[in-house]
């Protein structure tokens, strides 16, 4: 596996207006995880895992685990990797990251929580920390109501011998969430392993969370989320037509249709990064249903692309939200709302670019 600097990477720091070009890619890149290769998957009965070459897995093969759903790798996430990943280091045991597919929320609740990741991307992040080994549990019910201990020894114990394990102090799994950090602490010490519960990272007095950054985005605020997963929220999906009302009023627009699972900022228009066949364009995107929306169709994003020339239908694309300039209103006339368009592309272009400013794999 290979990825980008992480752990370790730099601290987080606020963007500066205007971008420079090549801030501008390097925002697009790391926000959409490039680099992140999990290289060949090796299936088994019940997982999947990626492993870093001359790595193998076997109920005698030793390793340190970080166990979670990860949704999102915000900087708590990191921050218990980094953990995890030292204390592989001064064992010197290779790093196993433990983790689920789907994530357990889709399978658990009715109405699951909006994700931050798509469970690809989310597994695929993952591969940008280094981890010798990243395994990737496939979640069922029947999963779900394994007691801790029988998953610890009977699931995870077919794949590999843990040294020792870390979660976050919350952390709770098996059949009524009895894996307690202090329950897991008892069977380590059953079994000869140790147990380490790590404190939540906190920002501005509170502790960061998937739930936390999900608040955030459905308040429009993209840049304070961006402060909490250290990167900017993207969406990912299908460049298709559009719905057949609305205009760009001579901008390319590119309509993304979107999965209905993923988590959508609030209504308005942001300026964003649009990485489409590799290419990164300066994009002012309205958040939003037009009002010829039908319930029943999946959400869209109608991204005007600065610079932009071609035909992309059926491309997909990946938008990348760096600042919300203005909530969603009603306009009273059709000289105003495109004032107010042209307004908003006109910011995009002074401040995030008037053209591609470069390519990201």
Not at 122 to 130: H, I, M, N, Y
Request: hydrophobic share 45%; aromatic share 6%; with cysteine.
């Amino acid at each position: 596996m290979t990825g980008g600097p992480f752990p370790g990477a730099p601290a987080w720091h606020e963007p500066a207006w205007p971008l420079a070009p090549a801030e501008a890619r390097r925002l697009a890149a790391a926000s959409t995880l490039s680099g992140a290769s999990l290289g060949a998957p090796v299936r088994m009965p019940a997982a999947t895992a990626y492993l870093a070459p001359g790595v193998g897995l076997g109920p005698d093969r030793r390793f340190v685990c970080v166990i979670g759903a990860f949704d999102g790798l915000h900087a708590g996430h990191r921050a218990l990797i980094a953990e995890a990943s030292a204390d592989a280091r001064a064992r010197r045991l290779p790093l196993a990251i433990v983790t689920f597919d789907p994530d357990p929320s889709e399978v658990l609740s009715a109405r699951p929580p909006e994700r931050l990741l798509p469970d690809a991307d989310r597994v695929r992040s993952l591969a940008l920390a280094g981890a010798d080994a990243i395994v990737a549990h496939r979640f069922t019910p029947a999963l779900a109501g394994l007691p801790y201990d029988r998953y610890v020894t009977e699931v995870l114990g077919a794949i590999l011998a843990p040294a020792a394990v870390h979660v976050g102090e919350d952390f709770r799994f098996g059949a009524g969430g009895a894996g307690t950090v202090a329950a897991m602490s008892r069977l380590g010490d059953q079994r000869g392993f140790a147990v380490f519960g790590h404190a939540l990272v906190t920002a501005d007095g509170s502790p960061v969370s998937a739930t936390r950054v999900r608040g955030l985005l459905r308040d429009g605020d993209v840049e304070r989320a961006a402060g909490l997963l250290l990167r900017h929220h993207f969406l990912g999906g299908r460049i298709v037509h559009g719905r057949g009302k609305g205009t760009s009023f001579g901008f390319p627009t590119a309509n993304v249709e979107l999965d209905g699972r993923d988590c959508l900022p609030a209504d308005g228009v942001y300026a964003c990064l649009a990485c489409i066949d590799g290419r990164v364009w300066p994009a002012a995107v309205n958040v939003g249903a037009p009002p010829s929306f039908d319930v029943a169709a999946r959400p869209m994003l109608e991204a005007n692309l600065v610079g932009f020339s071609g035909d992309v239908y059926g491309e997909g694309a990946r938008v990348v939200f760096l600042r919300r300039l203005r909530a969603s209103r009603r306009f009273d006339s059709l000289a105003e709302l495109e004032s107010a368009v042209l307004g908003n592309i006109q910011w995009v272009r002074e401040n995030v670019g008037d053209r591609c400013v470069g390519v990201v794999a």
